[in-house]
């Protein structure tokens, strides 16, 4: 444990595949900064999310639980109010809390909600609010993505109009099946005001503090981008970086459905009714969390699926230069060495790999795998690149005792700092991701070191996966009877997993 409190500052991104960082194997992508934290750091290279879903992820990321217990099963709940958070804990030891950009802790189609219509077009509301939200004390937020006209709401919205921008020029009702480039300004673009939110935070914090006359309290701050969540759209010069003919090849194999659960060929073929799933999406939407509904690059033509990745990329590369400006913020103000960095993703995106999109209960390590990558110059290791588990439900334990603070016992995550120190030791041997995409529809996936099974609850189905031999999932080995052993050896550790999960909390005091 160190001697003296970090600052911490947590970036993430929303729907960003694990594969889009340079220095970790992509050779396409241009990633300078993100380069250089791993460089300077640790590389988790087999980071999972808890739900690789928006609000459950993000809801997870604050609470340290899983989503069966902190409640936001999907999007279209709201996390609870009441619920113990990060940046509670945090503030309760001295710490200036922040957060900015992406929150998506309630439902943001529900008129009645508090990130939903027409609440986040309240300009004057949110040029008077800026705080506390869910145990943070200054937050700055915006919501939607690309042109979308939720994404010219909330504090973003407001800022927009007080430059004397017109939303209705670049934001409409439009869908989020689209590509290339956006005509918005990069100066005016969510992703740099995030980072400009982010980076005024910190120079307050350093200075002498948000809400303390003490000098050098402690800071934690969230830059929460919301790209390179769809549509994919991305101001110039960033979405001319890339050709689409340049684009990698998807990971995909002819004929890969055949050993697949029949789930698997509904969803990509949007016969969801035949699943016999109780679906509880508004009307005219998707069913939650199921993006992927009939979206294929077959549908969408492959060409314009290379258009998606080359913008996609672009909307990765865009976000990595503004993290670039936080870190040499971060320089100039001398507590580069004071602060301890986390970058990693709610979930990622198919992009284009078994021939998906987007993201589903269709559990490939495309959309519950992310970039996880952590620096604290001076103080842990650098340069390491590592294959320990890590789940995104052990942010909060971790950070924690960091920073000296001891967990409740609500959190399900562990504490990876020893970890941090000695990357090559974790304290997992499996991690856990769920995904209750509706009320009757359940999805429940392990991975250990080696193998990942996927269990739909109720349905005699699953899958297994060899992850050493066959990284990128085509052969299903769960009804092969030479891994039956195997099988049921995995189904009983994830039945004593939810067992110790389960365990009660508070402790109990005395006999009676």
Known sequence: MPNKKPNILIITTDQQHFNTIHALGNETIRTPNLDKI???????????????????????????????????????????????????????????????????????????????????????????????????????????????????GMHYGAWLVDQGIDPARYFGPKGGHREGSWDLPE????????????????????????????????????????????????????????????????????????????????????????LDV?????????????????????????????????SYYAMVSLIDYHIGRIMEKLEQLDIADETLIIFTSDHGDYAGNHGLWLKGPIHYEDIIRVPFLVRWKGTLPTGVKTNSLMSLVDLAPTILEACGIEAP???????????????????????LVENRAEPTFYVKTLITERYKLNYFLGRNEGELYDLAEDPHEFVNLYDHPEYSCLKTELLMKLVDVYGDLERPYPPRQSFA
């Not at 959190?411 to 991690?431: E, F």
Request: with cysteine; charged share 20%; glycine share 8%.
């Open 38 to 152: 791993v460089q300077d750091g640790i590389a988790f290279e087999r980071a999972y999310v808890a739900n690789p879903v928006c609000s459950p992820s993000r809801s997870t990321i604050i609470t340290g639980e899983y989503p069966s217990r902190h409640g936001c099963w999907n999007i279209g709940v709201a996390l609870d109010q009441h619920r113990t958070t990060l940046g509670q804990l945090l503030k309760e030891q001295g710490y200036a809390t922040g957060l900015f950009g992406k929150a998506h802790f309630q439902p943001v189609l529900n008129k009645g909600s508090f990130e939903a219509p027409p609440h986040i077009h309240n300009r004057e509301f949110w040029r008077n609010w800026s705080g506390p939200y869910y145990g943070f004390d200054q937050v700055a937020m915006v919501h939607g993505h690309a042109d979308e006209a939720s994404s010219h």
């Open 187 to 274: 100066q005016l673009h969510y992703t740099r005001w995030t980072a400009d939110r982010t980076i005024d935070f910190i120079e307050a914090a350093a200075e002498g503090g948000r809400d303390s006359q003490e000098k050098d309290q402690p800071f934690m701050a969230w830059c929460s981008f919301q790209d390179p969540h769809n549509a994919f759209l991305c101001p110039e010069p960033w979405n001319s970086m890339y050709d689409p003919a340049d684009m990698p090849p998807f990971h995909e194999r002819e004929g890969e459905m055949a050993d697949k659960p029949r789930i698997h060929q509904c969803l990509i073929e949007d016969r969801m009714k035949e």
């Open 278 to 310: 109780n679906v509880t999406a508004d009307p005219g939407h998707d069913t939650g969390g199921i993006q992927c509904l009939g979206l294929t690059n077959e549908k969408i033509g492959r060409e314009r699926a290379r258009k998606w990745l080359s």
């Open 409 to 431: 016992g609500s959190m399900q995550g562990v504490s990876q700092w020893a970890t941090l120190q000695q990357p090559h030791s974790s304290k997992r041997d499996w991690c």
